[in-house]
């Protein structure tokens, strides 16, 4: 199919042209174009070598040939004045010969002299453009390696080169994991204080988290137990309340001091009472007694 393979040349010709430029660099390209032009500047000038060497053999063959024409003529006076007219008639047609293969290499002469001056005034306007060129190559190099340099120092600075977007691309990447791995250990601490994870080298079996609190809430209520029955053993918890008791008593006692000594046993009666609801049975009953006593003997 023409149409096909011409599209395919054509893609396969654009991504070369894309990969050329890619890899194409000025300053490069700028010194192999200015190399080229030398080689050429070489070449006129082997060139113009080649015409004058051509013309210095042309020029040694015409004074070869004028010699030769003198001597022919030379011989052929000799010739004519012993009386050889045929010897004289040879070399004067010798002679003639002579002199037409003169005229066509000064003919010939004349056209390397001509192409001589042409290829070096070519060489000269060459040499100059080739200056020209070279000056204005390091001026187009400067520029380039400035702008360049610029252009790395800028990329750099803000970050948008492909060696520092490659590195912004790792650190976001390393920031990434960090986050990841972050969340993932806070996770895992989360899921082990709930008791998700079984602890695998223990000997018995796990237990969630609903059973620590149910075991810790009962290690509690017997902590707190055991300490209510040691302060009942000691003593140390109801004396503020006896010392209540104790004062109700003794207003019980004095309001039964006008009374008879039925009323202060009645009255110890409620102290022994009063001790009651204090909490300690026995000082309270001690505190009403102690009250009973004195009103017997007041009255």
Known sequence: ????????????????????????????????????????LQNVKKGIADVVTSKKRLQLQEEKLQQQVVKLDTQARQALSVGNEDLARVALERKNVAQTELQ?????????????????????????????????????KAQYSAAEAQVRISEAATGVGEEMADVGLAMQ?????????????????????????????????????????????????????????????????????????TGEATETGSEGTGGEGT?????????????????????????GESAGADQEQAS
Do not use: C, H, W
């Open 1 to 40: 199919m023409p149409g096909l393979s011409g599209r395919m040349s054509t893609v396969v010709k654009a991504k070369i042209s894309k990969l050329l430029d890619r890899a194409e660099d000025p300053s490069e390209t700028l010194e192999y174009s200015y190399q080229k032009q030398i080689e050429l």
């Open 104 to 140: 066509s290499l000064d003919s010939q002469i004349a056209q390397l002299e001509q192409q001589q001056e042409q290829m070096t005034a070519s060489e000269q306007k060459l040499r100059t453009k080739i200056e020209q060129f070279r000056s204005k190559k390091e001026v187009v």
């Open 173 to 245: 990447r390393a920031l990434d994991k960090t986050e990841n791995m972050k969340a993932r250990a806070d996770a895992v601490q989360e899921l082990e204080a709930a008791g998700t994870f079984e602890d695998l080298t223990a000997l018995g079996s796990g237990d969630d988290d609903i059973d620590r609190q149910l075991k810790q809430l009962s290690s509690t209520s017997e902590v707190d137990a055991d300490l209510a029955k040691m302060k009942a053993e000691l003593g140390t918890g109801a004396a503020p309340k006896g010392a209540l008791g």
């Open 263 to 287: 009323g202060g046993e009645g009255t110890g009666g409620e102290g022994t009472a009063g001790a009651a609801s204090g909490g300690e049975g026995t000082a309270g009953a001690a505190s």
